[in-house]
């Protein structure tokens, strides 16, 4: 089985740069006529999905898509080697740090959300994840 990871986002070509340039990814393709992006460099795919602000997230909802700070129950994170640098070049494309770097006995951990209103983690191990 694949995980793959989709982000709605309100601007196609920002958030490729965002993704490139806060976290390392690196656009592969377009597809659906220039609607979506697939960016690699993660351990699953990521894909960047353009949709309109305001626009309904479903077919039955009757709700609008705002791309200003949200919460979701669901949100990636991404873990890296460095955490204090990860976090200087998510800040730098764009980025906002929601807290300091936190320390705990499995790792640091630090939140942001990126331009579009959606959450993310920057997460370092200073062994397997979790242990």
Not at 6 to 11: E, G, L, P, Q, S
Not at 73 to 81: A, G, L, R, S
Not at 96 to 110: C, H, K, M, N, S
């Amino acid at each position: 089985m694949q995980i793959l990871l989709n982000i709605d986002v309100a601007d196609l070509g920002s958030a490729i740069g965002f993704y490139r340039d806060a976290l390392g990814l690196r656009h592969a393709r377009t597809l659906f006529e220039g609607t979506v992006a697939e960016m690699l460099g993660a351990c699953c795919r990521v894909y960047l999905i353009e949709h309109a602000e305001r626009a309904p997230p479903t077919a039955t909802d009757k709700t609008s898509r705002n791309f200003g700070r949200h919460w979701t129950p669901v949100h990636p994170d991404f873990v890296v080697e460095n955490i204090a640098m990860a976090c200087e070049r998510a800040v730098a494309a764009g980025a906002l740090q929601e807290t300091p770097i936190r320390q705990f006995a499995w790792g640091d951990l630090v939140t942001f959300s990126d331009p579009f209103g959606n959450g993310f983690c920057l997460i370092q191990f200073p062994a397997e994840p979790y242990e």
